[in-house]
């Protein structure tokens, strides 16, 4: 339950605390007095929007902190906890900060965490209803869900089969459309994929081919010239045949060696040194072999150049086209002949989806048949139980019960022998429909009810919600707006009732509602438009029926409205 928050540069607030208590609080003030805020403070700590006009003028930011018990062991505790959150005695401390160029902090146990956690937080702590809330309601989207939340597990398992059979018919249904709506682009990506392979075929390149034929063209274009380096070196190393006079290297250090052997059996270092001057005679002898043998084996032969050149122009003509060298081209035809099995296989998999499609339609009918069936059960059971909650809300003669439709589709699927429209929650449009008094045809709540029906129908719903799907905090803004008299004071019962088993705070402006409230708060401005920490207080005794005569007379002191105040409390009183 909600113990306590403390609002800070909010609205009208200036700084405030509002402390509650078990059972059913009643808030009032005077109209622009900032009892709304109260609603919109606890909508901030649940995650709600942020709004920077919300920040007090001359405010950096507004601050709202809030104290709520959790029931231990739940779902709340273990996804506070998973958020870094730690209990304080076992209540959550939650925190919100708007800054007035609209920045929005959240924190709970002490924890910084994402506005979203607080978000999934308050469908398991509080309840937030307000007008809006009765608007939402208007909305047909809206009357469904409320009927699938009543049903529970008797909706939401066939639901969650359904949605599993929609989604995989989305996703075929969509490959479909893309392979039959891209035929011509597909065909157009194939015959080019053909082309490619089949230049690519003829020329037959091998990886790396490209590398190995411009060595070979360096080569054989500057043949002369590398032959007559080579003979010029090997007639260096060894001598030149045409010359025998000439001085070589081998003959040079031949002689040098011959001059270290004749006297190495006399010094150790000159004996080292000719073995050296040996080595240096062995490796000339194979480079000049080497020389020799290269200058024999250069073909400097003309057509072989141009067989090379021709070669390499049809190797350029693919890697201007498919890749950066020759085994990037061969990558290309790799990937190349993937995709065409792909696309030529489209055909085959165009074959295969129709038939998985129609399957799934077939499916899907029989899914949404199951759906409807138990909306329709469920739909009694829920109408049954509202319109006995408007007997208890000065509505005895009411009737609420619902209209479950399908829409007919040629698109759709078929369903209990029609072909009917169908969506991710089923084919079934359930509106809520009101009879208030007998002889009257039920029409739908948009049309058919007052703003003082709306509110009680409202009311009703959540009365019923929580009996099947309880929520520890309600609060209630002003939702019973449009009523009064006796209507008023058995919103006021109800609303004492449902506190037995929930906390339930509640924004009126009705004094029948308000007299019934185990506590009520007043929230009042001071003389400078502001609401202090003072203006938020609990009202009891003389300061209570004051403020109830104010509601009821607009005048603190009148005796009338005095004694009319003292009454209904006394009503109340009896009544709990």
């Keep these: 339950m909600l113990e306590e928050m403390r609002i800070r540069s909010l609205g009208v607030i200036d700084d405030a605390v509002v402390e509650l208590s078990p059972g059913f609080t009643a808030v009032t003030g005077e109209t622009g007095a900032g009892k709304t805020m109260v609603v919109t403070s606890l909508g901030l700590l649940l995650g709600g929007r942020a709004d920077p006009a919300l920040v007090r003028i001359g405010a950096k930011s507004a601050v709202v902190e809030g104290r709520i018990t959790v029931p231990p062991g739940g779902t709340a505790v273990v996804r506070a906890e998973e958020a870094g959150a730690e209990l304080d005695d076992g209540a959550l401390l939650f925190s919100r900060t708007v800054s007035a160029e609209g920045r929005s902090r959240a924190h709970l146990g002490g924890r910084s965490v ?37 049903a529970g597990d008797a909706v939401a398992v066939p639901l969650a089969k359904y949605a599993g059979a929609y989604r995989r018919l989305r996703a075929i249904s969509a490959e479909l459309d893309e392979i039959t709506t891209r035929a011509r682009e597909r065909a157009q990506e194939a015959d080019l994929l053909r082309f490619g392979l089949e230049e690519i075929a003829a020329v037959e390149p091998r990886a790396g081919e490209d590398t190995e034929l411009a060595a070979e063209a360096e080569r054989l274009g500057h043949a002369e010239a590398l032959a007559s380096a080579a003979t010029v070196a090997h007639a260096g190393l060894a001598g030149n045949p045409e010359d025998p006079e000439g001085i070589d290297a081998a003959t040079l250090v031949a002689g040098a060696h011959r001059a270290l052997e004749a006297v190495r059996s006399h010094d150790s270092v000159l004996a080292t040194l000719s073995g050296r001057i040996g080595e240096i005679a062995i490796l000339l002898g194979d480079v000049a072999g080497e020389l020799a043998g290269y200058a024999d084996d250069l073909d400097a032969d003309p057509l072989r150049l141009a067989a090379v050149e021709e070669r390499r122009a049809a190797l350029t003509q693919l890697t201007r086209k498919y890749g950066t060298d020759i085994d990037a081209v061969l990558a290309w035809a ?22 998985e499609r129609d399957a799934l339609r077939a499916e899907l009918g029989g899914l949404a048949q199951a759906l409807t069936d138990a909306r329709a059960e ?24 619902f209209e479950i439709r399908q829409a007919d589709d040629p698109e759709g699927v078929e369903v209990g022998g029609r072909t009917v429209a169908y969506g991710p929650a089923g084919v079934d449009e359930v509106e809520l429909l009101l009879a208030p008094h007998p002889g009257a045809p039920p029409r739908p709540i948009a049309k058919g009810a007052s703003g003082g029906e709306l509110s009680r129908v409202m009311l009703a719903v959540e009365v019923v919600f929580a009996g099947t799907d309880p929520v520890p905090t309600y609060l209630f803004d002003e939702v019973d707006a449009g009523v009064g008299g006796k209507a008023a004071v058995e919103i006021g019962r109800r609303l004492a009732r449902l506190a037995k088993t929930a906390q339930v705070v509640v924004v009126t402006h009705l004094p029948q509602v308000a007299a019934f409230a185990d506590r009520q708060l007043l929230v009042e401005k001071t003389n400078d438009g502001s609401v202090t920490r003072s203006g938020v207080k609990v009202l009891e005794g003389e300061d209570r029926i004051r403020e109830l005569s104010r509601m009821l007379a607009g005048q603190e002191d009148s005796e009338t409205a005095r004694a009319h105040a003292e009454e209904l409390l006394a009503t109340a009183r009896a009544d709990g």
């Design 334 to 355: 790799e990937q190349g002949v993937a995709r065409l099995n792909e696309l030529d296989g489209d055909d085959d998999r165009l074959g295969e989806l129709t038939a």
């Design 378 to 401: 469920a739909a009694e059971r829920f109408a049954a139980a509202v319109t006995a909650e408007l007997a208890s809300l000065a509505m005895p003669h009411a009737r609420v019960s």
């Design 114 to 150: 994402p506005v979203g956690v607080l978000a999934e937080l308050a469908d398991e702590l509080v309840a937030v209803h307000g007008q809006t809330d009765q608007q939402g309601l208007l909305k047909l989207s809206r009357q469904r869900q409320a009927l699938d939340r009543y």
